[in-house]
């Protein structure tokens, strides 16, 4: 599965609703797929809900050094390629970061995103968090 902005804040905030279901999926699947936008784009998120910058670098840190977790690097061919979807799906409020992750589950044949993001679903993947 590819694990998304808001399926890595469920891992880490104990206090979400989603936190238990996200930690069993997570805990329950060979294939844990993220991007180094995510990992951007988790930082904002976090500094943006209050945590303190030294538990995201904490976690970041973790997710980094898991080797259980495969990081694809955005490279300018996987970013244009996204800002192309982005271009063909103008109704959708889509950011670049989902449209790199939408490419890069078609292009390893992914369909589930540990999300509780419904653009997923908009694009026909399969959300595993509400």
Known sequence: MLVDTSGFFCLYDRSDLDHFAALELYENTRIRLTTSYVLSEYVALAET????????????????????????????????????LLARRLDKSYSLCDAVSFILMRERGI?????????????GFIRLLR
């Open 49 to 84: 809900r209050g945590v303190p910058r030294s538990e995201i670098v904490r976690f970041s840190s973790r997710v980094l050094s898991d080797n259980d977790v495969e990081i694809v690097w955005v490279d300018k061919d996987l970013h244009m390629n996204a800002v192309d």
């Open 111 to 123: 369909s589930e995103a540990l999300t509780t993001d419904k653009h997923f679903e908009q694009e």
